[in-house]
């Protein structure tokens, strides 16, 4: 059996933490810390005490509610704190190459701004 999570954001990664971002280290420490405790909280409500998945596949999807033009990468970027943030809550065991990949990353214009996180287990 794979099993397979999926956590909704009511918002886009934020800005600060792209790569392109010219921030100072502690408004992007701030932003990590802070994406990294959303997103750990929300898994471990639906994650319980499960055991960590040793070999997975993240998807994204994006969606906005303006048609400004995004990079796909600098979105990507700006996800690595959740992917973190799913290790310290016993989802991911780790996020080398060995145990997760990047699956599908999508952009749509919608009703609202969302980001959508699948975990799926390999």
Same mark, same amino acid.
């Given at each position: 059996m794979n099993r397979k999570l999926v956590i909704e954001l009511n918002h886009l990664p934020p800005s600060v933490l792209n790569l392109?971002? @010219?921030v100072h280290w502690s408004v992007r420490y701030k932003a990590t810390k802070e994406a990294k405790e959303e997103v750990g909280w929300l898994a471990k409500i639906q994650w319980k005490d499960e055991k960590p998945m040793m070999k997975a @596949?993240?998807?994204y999807e994006f969606f906005a509610k303006d048609h400004r033009k995004r990079d796909l990468d600098n979105l990507l970027s700006a996800c690595k704190a959740y992917q973190d943030g799913l290790i310290d809550v016993?989802?991911?065991?780790?996020?080398d190459a060995e145990h997760l990949e990047i699956g599908g990353v999508s952009f749509a214009v919608g009703t609202e701004e969302r980001t959508v996180i699948i975990v799926e287990e390999k």
């Open positions: 392109n971002a @010219r @596949r993240i998807s016993g989802v991911l065991f780790y996020d």
